[in-house]
């Protein structure tokens, strides 16, 4: 599983865009980079996967530039309730199993 | 549909007793997953099942720690006899087809803490 890096916490305003930026320099060609989300004393919960360009649902959109090296969540508007740890992921179905790193902390404040 | 549910979602047990969690996957997913985060710590993976069989339980600390899913239904995960290291959040999670791209659903976990 390639090793991702990203920010161990943010702080923002509500209304404000978030973006959160993932580093996967060992991204390997069938990789696929997923965020998770977790909200306190809950169970991480998939947000977005993309595997190039960007993607967009109702939740965030996934950047990832060309080279796939790294990757922008991005988090339009946010409001106290969007306050969680996200995870970014890189891995293809040959990976039996999620490997969680340590997440960034977001913190939204009024 | 019903999510992923885990019984207890607390459990207070004294040192040496034993404790017994509970998982029911949503219906259909033969992959099942147990986790674990204590705190302060990352989530670590602990074992896999595919339906019925562990296909990766490298993950389990110890053989104190014990993982079955009879008739690749729900699962459980039993600590017998419990330390004070083994409290943390037990998560788990069920997903229709295997791998790290396949999305996850967790449930809520259990937090369990040995006094």
């Known amino acids: 599983l390639a090793k991702t890096t990203q920010p161990i916490s943010m702080d923002s305003y509500e209304g404000q865009e978030v973006n959160i930026t993932c580093s996967h320099n060992n991204i390997a060609t069938n990789d696929y980079i997923t965020w998770y989300q977790q909200f306190p004393s809950q169970g991480p919960r998939f947000i977005i996967q993309g595997y190039k360009t960007k993607v967009t649902n109702e939740v965030a959109s996934l950047f990832i530039p060309a080279d796939r090296k790294s990757s922008t969540l991005s988090l339009p508007r946010v409001s106290l309730s969007d306050t969680a740890v996200y995870y970014c992921?890189?891995?293809?179905?040959?990976?039996?199993?999620?490997?969680f790193g340590k997440g960034t902390r977001l913190h939204i404040l009024p | 549909e019903a999510g992923v549910t885990q019984f207890p979602s607390h459990s207070v047990i004294e040192k040496g007793q034993t404790v017994t969690l509970r998982c029911d996957p949503i219906?259909?997913?033969?992959?099942l997953y147990w986790y674990r985060r204590v705190m302060g710590k990352e989530i670590k993976f602990l074992l896999h099942f595919v339906k019925e069989s562990k296909q990766d339980e490298s993950g389990m600390p110890n053989n104190r720690f014990l993982a079955e899913r009879t008739g690749g239904t729900y699962s459980t995960l039993k600590v017998q006899p419990a330390e004070l290291e083994d409290s943390g959040v037990y998560f788990c999670a069920s997903s229709q087809d295997r791998g790290s791209r396949t999305e996850a659903f967790f449930g809520q976990g259990t937090r369990l803490t040995v006094v």
């Open positions: 219906s259909g997913h033969d992959n």
């Open positions: 992921l890189v891995g293809d179905n040959r990976d039996d199993k999620i490997i």
